[in-house]
């Protein structure tokens, strides 16, 4: 089961970075595309999941603690973002604001309901796993509330949801605070040009510039390599007028999995600039 759920998941962040190469979370269409997506991979996960009998315990337990919030929280942090930039109010910058600020106030408010499970969770603790995470288990302590929303027992435990949702709103908190940043960016005249009059726009994909400012920040090449990555990728977003979306998740899965290769723009880059020299000597 490890093996194929975890191809699974593989092959549905690939799909996910297809659709949203360019930020696309931004765009409602492209946006539902993923939900759509991650409800297929997510069907086909559980069709399995009916059918199959874990080898033992740590199998079940490892499953619904590390594999199926992994599809869950995609699914629940896409669908979130629906549903807040379809409410979000068309008035002025300070109500957009304070609209993405009670989003992060209901976020903080889920951590204070479940901190128990919060901490035992990020803590990486182990000594309840088989009361949260082990189907048909029911006698937890009272400090560890839940949010259950699945009855089917064949499917779900007291903490998996509870988990996705910690993992979602992890994302969604960096989705806010991005969109918070970008709110009270101005634009930079000086990328301007004097003649053309017209900014500088990144034209390759996003995943290529994520790529790059992650290689720009490890080198330490901004501020004596005292630069943390938000503030660099903030910059290059309003720099290049584009949203990158997610970036640390695009790093973290996309670039990894990516069928072309983890590392090709750097490369590319490298091939370029080797070239353009070779061609200089031979003159």
């Not at 975890?6 to 962040?13: A, S």
């Not at 029911?138 to 993992?167: C, Q, W």
């Not at 503030?231 to 670039?255: H, M, R």
Request: glycine share 4%; proline share 2%.
């Amino acid at each position: 089961m490890k093996t194929y759920a975890e191809q699974l998941y593989k092959n549905l962040v690939r799909r996910i970075e297809l659709a949203d190469d360019a930020g696309l979370q931004y765009d409602p269409v492209k946006r539902r595309e993923c939900v759509t997506m991650i409800r297929e991979s997510l069907t086909e996960l559980t069709n399995k999941l009916i059918d199959y009998r874990f080898d033992d315990q740590q199998e079940e337990i490892y499953f619904f603690k590390e594999i199926k919030p992994r599809f869950v929280s995609l699914l629940l942090y896409y669908s979130y973002i629906d549903l807040i930039e379809l409410k979000k109010p068309q008035g002025s910058t300070h109500d957009i604001r304070i609209h993405y600020e009670k989003e992060l106030a209901s976020i903080k408010r889920f951590y204070d309901c479940h901190s128990a499970l919060y901490h035992y969770y990020r803590g990486n603790f182990s000594f309840l796993d088989e009361k949260l995470f082990v189907r048909g288990s029911f006698d937890l302590p009272h400090s560890f509330s839940t949010s259950k929303i699945d009855r089917d027992e064949r499917l779900s435990t007291e903490a998996d949801y509870t988990v996705s949702r910690i993992l979602a709103n992890g994302m969604l908190t960096g989705y806010l605070e991005k969109s918070i940043r970008l709110l009270e960016n101005q634009p930079n005249d000086l990328l301007v040009s004097s003649k053309s009059k017209r900014t500088l726009r990144w034209t390759a994909k996003a995943i290529d510039l994520v790529e790059l400012i992650y290689g720009l920040q490890l080198t330490g090449v901004f501020n004596y390599g005292k630069v943390d990555i938000k503030e660099i990728a903030d910059t290059f977003e309003k720099l290049f007028d584009v949203k990158l979306g997610n970036y640390s998740l695009l790093f973290s899965q996309s670039i990894r999995y990516r069928k072309s290769g983890s590392i090709r723009l750097l490369k590319e880059m490298m091939e370029n600039v080797r070239e353009k020299l070779d061609e200089l000597d031979a003159k």
